[in-house]
């Protein structure tokens, strides 16, 4: 018998277990790593904007150093759910706000405006990513800074051998399965999350969802090239969670573009 799933939009019931899928990322270390970058390039800076922010981890854990003042924005209206409801336990001063990056509407300017975890990849033309770029110029004080990483086709022919028919059992109450796969040809890097949410003491199942997430997946060179079409430079394409420089074999590039 064929089970049926319905067909939901992207990160909405993915929202309520998002941080338990991602419980082996260490977003301390990357939020850290995102504090070096500032120190190292824009070391004054004071006012932050994070783009796709997702439920907010990276946000709250900046926010602990002390230094940054952080509007967090993401165009997941649950997944900001999640944010704020994390930030109301902390006394978060972070403002978090639903916004597509494509379209900001923002009445600050920003010494640094940064988007982790391969946000970018969620973008699948040039245009859209010369229209982001576009986006950030005009939130982003003079010498300010855009930070943001990609994932590499190296990376994608990597971690399909450990996201594929990934299954994970949440609080009893969720069980999903990840399908992953990445076609070298269109460069389309695909997760399937099939979510069964249970209820009940007997956790049967009620509802099934499915969420299919779809990431073009970038070369640097090929990112570079489009970064050449709009009005920033490169300080740096850092490798992996390091101030070295990328390289062929970078799984991930960070970009620090002014
Ligand atoms: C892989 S998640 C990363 C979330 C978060 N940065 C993290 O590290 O956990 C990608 C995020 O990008 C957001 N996103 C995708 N397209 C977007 C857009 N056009 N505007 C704003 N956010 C977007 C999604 O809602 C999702 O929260």
Known sequence: MSITFKKKPNYTVLADIYDRVMSDVDYETWADYIDEIILEHRPEAENLLELACGTGTIALSLEELDCYKITATDASEDMIRIAKKKASKVNSGIEFKTMNFLNLQLEKKFDVVYMVFDSINYLHNEEDIL?????????????????????????????????????????????????????????????????????????????????????????????????????????????GFELKPAHQKSLRITMVLQ
Not at 136 to 152: A, C, E, Q
Not at 166 to 172: A, I, L, T
């Open 131 to 239: 229209k982001l770029h576009k986006e950030i110029k005009k939130v982003l004080n003079p010498d300010g800074i855009f930070v943001y990483d990609f994932t590499t086709p190296r990376n994608s022919r990597k971690a399909i051998k450990f996201l594929n028919n990934e299954v994970k059992y949440v609080k009893n109450k969720f069980r999903y399965q990840r399908e992953s796969s990445f076609d070298p040809v269109s460069k389309i890097h695909t997760n399937i999350f099939q979510i069964e949410q249970k209820n009940g003491e007997e956790g049967h199942t009620v509802e099934k969802y499915e969420e299919k997430h779809q990431q073009k997946i970038y070369s640097q060179s090929e990112i570079e090239a489009l970064i050449k079409k709009t009005d920033f430079t490169i300080l740096q394409a850092y490798d």
